[in-house]
């Protein structure tokens, strides 16, 4: 039975630098501040299914929702830029705000860009993307009373 989703991986070229942001931003503290690393380990090879594989994680936590940031040493990436909204696989996650004017200059201040745009108020959403200090898209959405996908109908 699937329970629902544990937590959301991101590939990183700086971790602290993305640490810091995730925390600042969103309030994610560390799960167990040493993280974890591997190198020359066939098991992890198999489970990430990328031959040769190093790298540093750790777990950040915020609320209910988990995000595993992920440092890869080895292999060197085919591409550095990061998936775009319309490449093919996970290309963002959303967060859900309440204030989303004074949320948004948080995040600003915490690193994010928003290319000089402002978020647009579709009716039972307010929303725009953005991106994190490495490029990496985060949607912003702040949904209006009777949304039928608000985060309080995920409670009953």
């Known amino acids: 039975m699937i329970r629902g989703i544990h937590h959301v991986g991101i590939n990183c070229r700086d971790m602290a630098r993305m640490q810091k942001f995730y925390g600042e931003a969103f309030g994610f503290k560390p799960v167990d501040e040493e993280g974890f690393a591997w190198a020359d380990e066939p098991m992890m090879d198999h489970i990430v299914d990328v031959k ?58 915490c690193g994010m860009t928003f290319n000089d745009r ?20 985060i949607e912003v959405q702040q949904c209006a009373p009777g949304n039928a996908f608000a985060l309080e109908k995920l409670a009953k």
């Open 52 to 109: 040769g594989s190093a790298a540093k994680g750790i777990m950040l936590r915020a609320g209910t929702c988990y995000l595993e940031l992920f440092q890869y040493s080895a292999p060197p990436p085919e591409s550095p830029e990061p998936q775009r909204p319309h490449d093919r696989g996970y290309t963002h996650f959303c967060v859900d705000v309440t204030e989303m004017e004074k949320d948004i200059v948080l995040l600003k201040q």
């Open 118 to 137: 402002d978020f647009v108020d579709v009716g039972h959403v307010k929303t725009i993307y953005g991106y994190d200090p490495e490029g990496n898209v």
